[in-house]
């Protein structure tokens, strides 16, 4: 397993933008698939978006595609989810969760991920 925090969360109008970044401890970040997930109030968990160990692929839920972006930088340990075009239906906790192995299949299910960030809260204003 890997710590994860996140930061970059807050307070934004309609149609702003964030960016969240996520730092994991360790030398083997790339060998894990990194996760957003999001869960607003009331309401379950959801993932958001996934990016493969070296960053080749990413994969997206269809309510963020076009607005959310993923990147990774292993050299800093970190991975990042551009929001852009926000809604306040985004508004949510936001977690990164890390898992082996590295391939995008399976990153949209909750259950695959074994490490979790601490989360980080996005507020989206009409």
């Known amino acids: 397993q890997v710590q994860l925090v996140e930061s970059g969360g807050g307070l934004v109008q309609a149609g702003g933008s964030l960016r969240l970044s996520c730092v994991a401890s360790?030398?083997?970040?790339?060998?894990?698939?990194m996760g957003w997930f999001r869960q607003a109030a009331g309401k379950e968990r959801e993932f958001v978006a996934a990016i493969t160990g070296i960053g080749g692929t990413t994969y997206y839920a269809d309510t963020v595609k076009g607005r959310f972006t993923v990147s990774r930088d292993n050299a800093k340990n970190t991975v990042y989810l551009q929001l852009n075009s926000l809604k306040p239906e985004d508004t949510a906790v936001y977690y990164c969760?890390?898992?082996?192995?590295?391939?995008?299949?399976?990153?949209?299910?909750?259950?695959?991920?074994?490490?979790w960030g601490q989360g980080t809260q996005v507020t989206v204003s009409s």
């Open positions: 969760a890390a898992k082996r192995p590295s391939f995008i299949i399976g990153a949209g299910a909750e259950h695959e991920y074994d490490s």
């Open positions: 360790g030398r083997t970040f790339s060998t894990y698939a």
